[in-house]
Structures are given as C-alpha cells and as structure tokens.
C-alpha cells in the first residue's frame, strides 16, 4: 500500500538546537511531496515541495530515494517554529497524525 | 498564490438550528474541495470529498444527512451543518485544489461553530 509515516507524533528541541521531523513514504517511483504547517490559530498552509528544493524559513528537505524519506530539517530551531507539521503527496488528501513540534526557550 | 477564503471565521447557534458554511477558491478552479474536522490539538480528519457538479463522497462514519455537502461550481463548495447538536461543535476546516493533479493542497482558515 501506498503510505506516508511520520514516526514522531511529538518533537521538542531547545531554541538554537537543530531539528528534523521524519518523513518516510511506502511507494515506488519519484514521489512528489509536500511539507505543511499549521501554526497556532493559522490556516494550514504549504511550506516546502521537494522539486522546488528551496529552503523555506530557514527549512529544507531532500527526498531521500535509497531510503524512501523526506525528512524537513532545520540548523537552528526558533521558537516561531513551534507548530503542526505535515507530509503528504499530493494524491493524499487524508491527513496522519503529522508532528507536534515545540522549540523550548 | 493561490487562496482559499472560508466564511464565516465563527458562528454560534442553538441546538437545532441549521448553519451553512461557505469555501471558495478566489484566484483558481477547484474540481475537488474537501471538508475537514478538527479537534483542539488533533490532526485534521477528513469528513468528505466535493467533487463539482456531483455528489460528494463522505468518509466512514461521518453522517450525510447531517453534513450536506453542495459543490455547484468551480470555486465554491458548502458544508451545511443540519439540526446542530453540542456534539458537532468543532473547527471545520476547507481545501481547494486546482486542475494540476500534482499541485498542494490550499486551506481556508477554518470555521469555529459553537452549538449551545
């Protein structure tokens, strides 16, 4: 079956420490996949899609064929960083249960 | 970019009555909207799928009747909450996409109904 996993329901990191949210997908092929987030009383929004492979808020995130992930990473974590992050195809319109991230003074 | 207004932002009624919520794509056409539910610190859980011109498809265990869901064109969708009970108080939640299969989900800014 086709699927998208985030193994971390919930993540937290000290302010400046860096920070990767886990992404793993169960299909062949080029996958396309998007990260996005929802920040505290905001819409959901798009943050980063892999073929456009720019960094987004200081976020990046390079899908990893030979280990089918499409991990988003980020060198120095800011407490504006705290928020629901999401993976997902573009085909998925079913959310899991993405990851909690809280960035600690 | 694309945008996705959602209307109204909060509402509150009294048990019983009906609301109608509003989600419209204001710079593309949206063959496809979707209807979500979400709860305080959960993730978003899909209710239902609206497909212009045609009936929606709702997911597992979320009432039709209850839900109605009315996609007449390209860039509006409704979710019609029938005879409202406490228990559907919630944070509903819209997406649009557009024609590119391969393109993101946009989100409306979700509706906040109180039932009292």
């Known amino acids: 079956a086709q699927r998208v996993t985030q193994p971390e329901k919930l993540l937290s990191v000290f302010k400046g420490a860096p920070v990767e949210l886990k992404c793993n997908y169960s299909y062949s092929g080029s996958p396309e996949l998007f990260w996005y987030v929802q920040y505290s009383r905001q819409r959901l929004q798009l943050l980063l899609r892999?073929?456009s492979r720019e960094s987004i808020k200081g976020f990046t995130a390079d899908l990893n064929k030979g280990e089918t992930s499409f991990h988003l990473k980020k060198p120095f974590a800011q407490e504006e960083d705290s928020a629901m992050y999401y993976c997902?195809?573009?085909?998925?319109?079913?959310f899991g249960t993405g990851t909690s991230l809280t960035v600690i003074p | 970019g694309a945008v996705v207004s959602q209307h109204p932002s909060r509402v509150i009624c009294k048990s019983g009555t009906s609301v109608k919520i509003e989600c419209r794509s204001l710079?593309?056409?949206?063959?496809?909207m979707f209807w979500y539910r979400q709860f305080p610190k959960q993730s978003l859980m899909l209710m239902a799928t609206?497909?212009?011109?045609?009936?929606?498809?709702?997911e597992q265990g979320v009432e039709k009747d209850k839900f109605l869901i009315n996609h007449a064109s390209l860039t509006l969708s409704t979710l019609t909450v029938t005879s409202a009970h406490p228990e559907d108080s919630s944070f509903y939640i819209c997406s649009a996409r557009d024609r590119d299969l391969g393109s993101p989900l946009h989100f409306g800014n979700g509706t906040r109904l109180t039932v009292t």
């Open positions: 892999h073929i």
């Open positions: 609206s497909n212009e011109g045609s009936k929606a498809t709702y």
């Open positions: 997902a195809p573009p085909w998925m319109w079913y």
């Open positions: 710079d593309f056409q949206a063959t496809t």
